[in-house]
């Protein structure tokens, strides 16, 4: 029989789902381990502990222990008052957050070059827009992906910085 990992059922438990944030309930009957995995990640720093039923006296008991570990976890990090640092990724050869350059090959074997704006208008939605770099030019197709994402954000036209 295969051991099972699910998330805790709020009826189950007579919880909130916020009481049990980042926590999961284990159980893996082959290896005979029971207990809760709290499960954790902050400014890409990935924390999680496992607080076996065995270990605390039963499930109430080790998911009590869980819940302790988890806002004492909590509680550092907000003690951590540092600005958050936000460094382009190595990816990102435009410079430009959510503008990037974009090839795309047609069954035929022609070849189209274009700068690319992408946005979240909603959450869960995705919009795009494409400026060719043959219609354009590569600096005014840039500027233009570039103007698009400011627009489609809702940063509006700057001054002087217009194409």
């Not at 302790?68 to 382009?88: A, F, G, H, I």
């Not at 354009?136 to 992906?145: K, M």
């Not at 940063?155 to 700057?158: H, I, M, N, Q």
């Given at each position: 029989m295969q051991g099972t990992c699910r998330k805790v059922s709020c009826v189950f438990m007579n919880s909130s789902p916020r009481e049990n944030h980042g926590i999961a309930r284990i159980e893996l009957a082959v290896v005979g381990s029971y207990g809760w995995?709290?499960?954790?990640?902050?400014?890409?720093?990935?924390?999680?502990?496992?607080?076996a039923d065995r270990i605390f006296g039963g499930a109430d008991a080790s998911l009590q222990a869980a819940r302790?570990?988890?806002?004492?976890?909590?509680?550092?990090?907000?003690?951590?008052?540092?600005?958050?640092?936000?460094?382009?990724s190595p990816r990102n050869a435009s410079g430009v957050v959510g503008v990037s350059r974009v090839i795309v090959r047609s069954g035929t074997g022609a070849v189209y070059h274009f700068w690319q704006a992408t946005w979240c208008p909603a959450p869960g939605q995705r919009q795009s827009v494409k400026f060719s770099v043959k219609k354009?030019?590569?600096?005014?197709?840039?500027?233009?992906?570039i103007e698009a994402r400011r627009m489609g954000i809702g940063?509006?036209?700057?001054d002087g910085d217009s194409v």
């Open positions: 995995q709290v499960r954790l990640q902050r400014r890409g720093q990935k924390v999680s502990r496992f607080f302790q570990w988890r806002d004492d976890q909590r509680e550092l990090w907000s003690k951590d008052d540092s600005p958050r640092t936000c460094v382009s354009h030019g590569d600096h005014i197709a840039y500027r233009l992906a940063g509006g036209a700057s």
